[in-house]
């Protein structure tokens, strides 16, 4: 069962790039990497999931290295709404996926 | 709205009664989930039913016994809890359970 390392907390301003790195160093050959963001009293909200290379959509992107040791969600111009938790998941597809969410990255973004 | 439902929203319970959490998905996912969030803590998986079967069981006291009647119900039975279980419990589901989760909004749970 991999797991994720991630800074606790990261601070940003308005219309900045904002780029969150996880670690997974004993990710497996099956394993996925998944991107959720928390606002408080809330559940988790799907972001973006990645297999290897970069993955784009609506709201971020993920690059992954070819090692994929680690990944990085990059959110593109931040605005105060996007302060939440963000937390990087690995999981398998042999089917059961445990869901292990660490202790995620709080995003604070400011004017 | 993510289609996924709990009910209730907030739930004060004492110490030795017996209640339940409902929560239903209306996405036609044939996975669902409890997870149970402390204050300030990450979430901590507790089942996991796959097929309205119970795949997970994540060394959860038996004081929480869930109910899985169908893909799109999943109910938590609560009873006898002590005020440490006092947490915001998501239900989650997904297609596969390789996929990614759809959340719920949680029930706030008090034991008194």
């Known amino acids: 069962l991999a797991k994720t390392t991630q800074p606790i907390s990261m601070d940003s301003y308005e219309g900045q790039e904002v780029n969150i790195t996880c670690s997974h160093n004993?990710?497996?050959?099956?394993?996925?990497i998944t991107w959720y963001q928390q606002f408080p009293s809330q559940g988790p909200r799907f972001i973006i999931q990645g297999y290897k290379t970069k993955v784009t959509n609506e709201v971020a992107s993920l690059f992954i290295p070819a090692d994929r040791k680690s990944s990085t969600l990059s959110l593109p111009r931040v605005s105060l709404s996007d302060t939440a938790v963000y937390y990087c998941l690995v999981g398998d597809d042999t089917g059961f996926q445990k869901l292990v969410f660490g202790t995620g990255t709080r995003l604070l973004v400011s004017p | 709205e993510t289609g996924v439902t709990q009910t209730p929203r907030h739930l004060v319970m004492g110490m030795t009664n017996k209640k339940s959490l409902k929560c239903e998905q209306h996405?036609?996912?044939?996975?669902m989930y409890w997870y149970k969030q402390s204050a300030k803590k990450p979430l901590e998986l507790m089942f996991v039913?796959?097929?309205?079967?119970?795949?997970e069981n994540n060394s959860v006291p038996s004081r929480f016994s869930p109910e899985c009647p169908n893909s799109s119900h999943l109910f938590l039975h609560l009873h006898t809890l002590q005020p440490e279980d006092s947490a915001l419990y998501l239900c989650a589901s997904s297609q596969g359970t390789d996929r990614e989760q759809y959340f719920g909004p949680g029930t706030r749970l008090t034991v008194t």
């Open positions: 004993n990710i497996a050959t099956n394993d996925y």
């Open positions: 039913y796959n097929f309205k079967e119970q795949t």
């Open positions: 996405l036609g996912h044939n996975a």
